[in-house]
């Protein structure tokens, strides 16, 4: 297994050898949970805090059940319930916990560059569970091991990532990730839905879906961040959900053999029409419960655990391809 380090800010610099040591840990972590009891002792008398500055149901929950599947304790501290309201800075926020006894803080926070600013303030492990419209590494990571799952493997697959690339975090760290893993990476958007400088970006950027999805082998719809997205950078959401909505009708005509993924929560009618896409092979509650695996994996790999349950891991690594 290859060293992790303290902590998993982002998946920039992060190395083939690296992230394939974290997804074949996931697939160990996965059999954990299709036992009847969900438990292993690697992190017993460790102690994770989720603090999330933004609301959360799959990350925020998918680490607390990660957690205490490795036996750790988990504290969910929440901003508008905390000192934050009487005024308290990010940085004694931090600061306060790790005296308490946290071995770990996962922080999600909507100002980008904050995970790197906690990890520079205290001793402890910090995972960004999202930072702004910067990145969200673990998110990257499951959606990887969902494919290699789904597909076999990521090197040399087409992936065409649709949507509000501009405002997505997570389509940064995929972007990473991917070419990391050798995948092949389309854009779908919008001009006014792309960053600056995307011309020296590993991808390939079109703004219209059905030539941006045709043969992919992987269709990432990408919620359209309303919350952020407040700017008038599309004409209307039914003129969007027209251009660049994913439906069963275009699937099936430009993507038939494709994985769908979205990293949710999925603006109904928007991104996706209908409730369910029979004709693909939809992955999005999969995702989920892969969330759960490769987010144990790197808490184990961050916190500790290469002791004596070390064989879990080396039994359940099984070399799947990149």
């Known amino acids: 297994m290859p060293a992790f380090g303290p902590h998993l800010l982002s998946l920039s610099g992060m190395t083939q050898e690296r992230i394939v040591g974290i997804l074949d840990a996931a697939e160990a972590f996965l059999d954990v949970g299709q036992q009847s009891v969900k438990k292993v002792p690697v992190l017993r008398g460790k102690t994770l805090v989720n603090l999330f500055y933004e609301s959360s149901t799959r990350t925020r929950s998918s680490f607390e059940i990660a957690a205490k599947r490795l036996s750790a304790d988990v504290i969910n501290v929440t901003p508008s319930q905390s000192s934050v309201t009487k005024g308290e800075s990010l940085s004694d926020t931090v600061k306060t916990i790790e005296a308490l006894g946290a071995d770990g803080i996962v922080i999600r926070h909507a100002s980008s560059g904050a995970a790197e600013f906690v990890a520079e303030r205290v001793e402890c492990h910090v995972v960004n569970g999202g930072d ?50 050798g995948a092949k990476i389309r854009l779908v958007a919008p001009p006014t839905l792309l960053p600056r400088g995307i011309d020296r970006w590993p991808v390939t950027v079109y703004d219209r879906l059905d030539r941006g999805i045709d043969g992919a082998d992987v269709v990432m719809a990408l919620r359209l961040q309303l919350e952020r997205a407040s700017g008038g950078y599309i004409p209307s959401l039914a003129e969007y959900s027209r251009l660049y909505g994913l439906s069963r009708e275009v699937l099936e005509r430009h993507a038939p053999q494709a994985v769908v993924l979205h990293p949710g929560p999925v603006n109904r009618g928007v991104e996706i029409s209908g409730e369910e896409l029979f004709c693909n092979d939809v992955a999005i509650l999969d995702q989920v419960e892969y969330g759960v695996a490769v987010r144990m994996a790197v808490l184990y790999l961050l916190m500790g655990g290469r002791g004596e349950e070390s064989s879990l891991l080396a039994a359940g690594s099984r070399g799947e391809g990149l």
Do not use: Y
């Not at 076999?152 to 975090?169: K, N, P, Q, Y």
């Not at 389509?171 to 990473?176: D, F, G, Q």
């Open 132 to 181: 702004g419209c910067h990145e969200h590494p673990t998110q990257a990571l499951l959606d990887l091991f969902t494919i290699r799952k789904k597909k076999g493997r990521v090197a040399g697959l087409t992936v065409a990532i649709v949507g509000d690339i501009l405002h997505s975090r997570v389509a940064r760290s995929n972007i990473l990730g991917l070419s990391a893993l």
